[in-house]
């Protein structure tokens, strides 16, 4: 079974391009979803973030206080690394657990991170695809879908690598503009894996 990794900077539509994946049937390890759950479920990262962000990093029922640490985190690197320290080998565990449980007949599996070359995690896969959009694209579609600032969103777009970086490292783009279709680079790719396996 081969492990495809797939990222794109804030808004690019790595999530959207997923979505179309799973209809082909293909299985996806959404690791910023699973971070977020495991930041709830697991203690020892529980009180990590609370000795790292304050208590206020969880409402009184539990659930994760996400404006909280994101106005840490985006506003200070030291910060955002402490947090990235705390969650990824969590995530990456998470990650080696739901491959584990998945059937041999499945032929490929997508993992989508938004920090797949950031936190390294693309060695572990044996193809990457990066999406990519146009930055103002990505920052209307972000605006419109979190209700957030454009300020809010650059910042974390400031501590994502630039698309120029990250293509060096990725072996396919997905172009998520007005003019390709999406559906048909996602076929395409998925006849290629399947030929692959
Ligand atoms: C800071 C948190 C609480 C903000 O939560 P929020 O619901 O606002 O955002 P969400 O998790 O849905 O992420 C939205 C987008 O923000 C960007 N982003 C999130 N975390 C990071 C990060 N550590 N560094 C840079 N960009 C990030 C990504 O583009 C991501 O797709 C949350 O993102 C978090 O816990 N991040 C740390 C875990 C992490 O690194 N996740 C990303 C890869 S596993
Ligand atoms: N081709 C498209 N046409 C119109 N809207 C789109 C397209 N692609 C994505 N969107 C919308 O743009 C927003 C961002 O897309 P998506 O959530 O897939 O991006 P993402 O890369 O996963 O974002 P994030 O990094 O924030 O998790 C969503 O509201 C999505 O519905």
Redesign the pocket.
Known sequence: MLKIGIT??????????C?VFETLGIPVFYA?TVAKQIMITDEILVKGVKDAFGKESYTNNGALNNKHIAAIVFNDANKLAKLNELVHPAVFRAFDNWVKDIPASVPFILK?A?LLFESGSYRMCDKNIL?I?PEEI?LQ??I???GVTAEQVKARMDKQMSDEEKIKLADYTIY???TDS?IIQVIRLNQMFLNMH
């Open positions: 794109g900077g804030i808004g690019s539509g790595k999530t959207t391009v979505k910023d989508e938004a999406v959009a990505r579609r972000v419109q879908r979190d998520n503009n007005e999406l």
